[in-house]
């Protein structure tokens, strides 16, 4: 897969819930892997390739949501009666170091690596 070529980053299946605010509307939804460049998120809202987003991350056993900025790499839409979609694909933007260390912390705490 030539996407999968470009990445600089490991990503790893993690399942949990991030709101989102693009293209002037809100949105809830939940991840499908996490990586320390981006997240893929299940949405039947996929929204245009290079919309501006701002995410909560809900990771379980955090007080709180990780927030953090992105933009859409790649969106999939909804087929019906697939079993499973794309949604679509963020690059985070810039993370603080502080949303930088409990992403990688999350990474290490998850078992499993997507090929």
Do not use: C
């Not at 969106?75 to 679509?88: D, V």
């Amino acid at each position: 897969m030539e996407y999968q070529q470009k990445r600089r980053h490991d990503r790893k299946n993690a399942r949990f819930r991030v709101n989102f605010i693009g293209d002037g509307a809100f949105f809830s939804d939940y991840s499908y892997d996490i990586s320390e460049g981006g997240i893929r998120v299940g949405s039947i809202n996929p929204l245009k390739t290079g919309t501006k987003l701002k995410l909560a991350l809900y990771i379980p056993g955090r007080p709180s949501p990780i927030k953090v900025e992105g933009e859409v790499i790649w969106s999939k839409p909804l087929k019906e009666k697939e079993e499973e979609y794309l949604g679509i694909g963020v690059k985070f933007s810039e993370l603080d170091p502080l949303s930088k260390e409990v992403i990688r912390s999350v990474l290490k705490e998850i078992p499993q690596k997507l090929i």
